[in-house]
């Protein structure tokens, strides 16, 4: 019985044992990527138009609401828009719409 479990313990061990064969790869090796997924070409999303937004600013005193200011802004570039907007905080923001608050010190 001694001889079968030892057997069986050296017949996994070999099974389980990795293979000589090297099966990496260096990470300059793209020999495994096929050509036509290399040259695809990926779409670029820009749109002709400004997108338009409501934007909502609510200025709070505390906890009191003192002034409400909607404008309609075409904005070309999201880096200006948010630079325009650096001081406030996102309070909503949902489809073609975004609410910013501030909080000032009347005192």
Same mark, same amino acid.
């Given at each position: 019985?001694?001889?079968i479990?030892?057997s069986t313990?050296?017949i996994?061990s070999? #099974?389980?044992q990795p293979?000589?064969v %090297?099966? &990496? /790869? %260096?990470a300059? !090796?793209h020999s495994? #990527? ?6 695809? =070409? ?5 749109y002709? =138009?400004?997108? &338009? ?6 200025t709070?005193? %505390? &906890? =009191?609401?003192?002034?409400?200011? #909607?404008k %309609? /802004?075409?904005?070309w570039?999201?880096e !200006?828009?948010?630079a325009q907007?650096? !001081?406030?905080?996102? &309070?909503g923001q949902?489809i073609g ?6 909080? #000032? !010190?009347r005192?």
């Amino acid at each position: 019985m001694h001889t079968i479990w030892m057997s069986t313990v050296l017949i996994i061990s070999l #099974v389980l044992q990795p293979s000589a064969v %090297n099966t &990496e /790869k %260096n990470a300059s !090796d793209h020999s495994f #990527v096929n050509a036509s997924v290399v040259n695809k =070409e990926i779409p670029a999303f820009v749109y002709q =138009e400004p997108l &338009e937004l409501k934007v909502i600013l609510k200025t709070y005193d %505390n &906890e =009191e609401l003192i002034d409400t200011e #909607v404008k %309609n /802004k075409k904005i070309w570039a999201m880096e !200006d828009f948010w630079a325009q907007y650096k !001081d406030w905080t996102v &309070e909503g923001q949902e489809i073609g719409k975004i609410v910013f608050q501030r909080q #000032v !010190d009347r005192t």
